[in-house]
Each structure stands twice: as structure tokens, then as C-alpha cells.
């Protein structure tokens, strides 16, 4: 892959404050709600394409560790440091293309809201399932969350795959058993309404 998407995303944050795009939120409620109920202990958490999240700083103020983020966009996560401040030593900071990425450390929960529904052909999507294969540890947890199927069609200018349970559970395959599923509505800093997906899968393989 080119490095097309990651200028993409620089030009979002470059262009717009954090708090502007359409999938900004104030607290990652329903983030925390379901790494808490999936995985009940304070292990690993690694969140994909957090980029200006705060889910990070919730992460690490509950007690996981270790933490990390990561996201195409160098400047979505200086964004993010600089709103921890000297927290932000407690998080590991990751500039990749999850699909070109594979981790070295193994985390007990991966974390992605709206990363996955960028990836619309097959070739993608199978990089990240190998990615998720790197990173994720024995019965660990992967929370996905994506646009529904009733849900936009596109996202920042770009084209997206929406999805429910079934359809993700058909590309990242038997090793992975689904344990939740659960619609949500975000509404967006414009006013708007977006119906996600959020599925939630234990390692089984």
C-alpha cells in the first residue's frame, strides 16, 4: 500500500481540531463498558486507529497496562500526548498502517472503533486479521466497532465496508468465537446520528 492513507488522515488532523470529527466523543463510555464486561482484569490493551482518542488516559487511569495506540496519523497522537501530559510515558505510541503493521508485544484486549470499516477489499482485511493475530494473546478479546449496516456509506471523504456480527465473523475466521454483539448509536459533534456495530470476539485459536 501507498502511503496515501496516512496522508489522508495528517490532512484530517491538520485541517480540523479533534474535537470536530464526526467520531469525536467526550468520554469512550461504551468503549470502557465493553473491554470492562469482556475482560473483567487490568490486563493489555492495545486500541487500533485511536489516533485523538481519549480512551487511552480512561485505559491507563483504570489500571490497564501496559497501553498503546495505534494510528496512521502521527499528529492524531501527539494530539493525544499532549492531553496526557506526563501520562502519556505510560502509553506506547505506534505510527502504522495496521496492515503492514504485526506487534511484538501480545495484548489481552484489541480495541478498534471505525478502523476496520476503512478496509473495503478482501487483501486488507486479511492483513488485518493478521495483525490481530500478532498482537492478541491466547482467549484474548477483540472489540470491533464499525458502521452498521444501516449506517453511513462514507466517512472523511472516503468509502466504507459496514458491517454486523456475521460479516466480521466471516472474515477473521473460526478463531475467533463471538461473545457480543451490540448496536449503537453515536451522535456526532454536527448533530448527527450514526448507527455502529460494535462485535466482540474471544481468541479461541
Known amino acids: 500500500m501507498s502511503d496515501e492513507p496516512s496522508s489522508h488522515w495528517e490532512n484530517v488532523y ?3 481540531d479533534a474535537a470536530q470529527v464526526s467520531w469525536f466523543e467526550e468520554t469512550p463510555a461504551l468503549s470502557l463498558e465493553l473491554i470492562s464486561a ?24 483504570a489500571g490497564y497496562a501496559p497501553v498503546a495506540v495505534l494510528d496512521l496519523s502521527a499528529s492524531a497522537l501527539a494530539v493525544a500526548k499532549a492531553r496526557l501530559g506526563a501520562a502519556s510515558s505510560s502509553v506506547e505510541w505506534i505510527v502504522a498502517d495496521v496492515t503492514q ?24 482485511q486479511h492483513a488485518y486479521v493478521e495483525a490481530m493475530h500478532s498482537a492478541l494473546a491466547s482467549h ?32 477473521i475466521g473460526q478463531d475467533f468465537e463471538l461473545v457480543n454483539e451490540q448496536r449503537h448509536e453515536h451522535l456526532t459533534p454536527g448533530g448527527s446520528v450514526q448507527q455502529f456495530q460494535f462485535s466482540t470476539f474471544r481468541r479461541v485459536g
Do not use: M, N
Open 14 to 16: 491538520a485541517t480540523k
Open 38 to 61: 469482556a475482560y473483567p482484569g487490568h490486563g493489555g490493551v492495545i486500541d487500533i486507529g485511536g489516533g485523538a482518542s481519549r480512551l487511552a488516559g480512561a485505559l491507563v487511569e
Open 101 to 124: 503493521w504485526r506487534s511484538t508485544t501480545r495484548y489481552d484486549v484489541w480495541h478498534d472503533r471505525a478502523a476496520f470499516h476503512f478496509l473495503t477489499d478482501t487483501e486488507q
Open 140 to 171: 484474548g478479546i477483540a472489540i470491533i466497532g464499525t458502521f452498521a449496516p444501516d449506517g453511513p456509506e462514507r466517512c472523511s471523504g472516503l468509502t466504507v465496508a459496514r458491517h454486523d456480527a456475521a460479516s466480521i465473523a466471516a472474515i
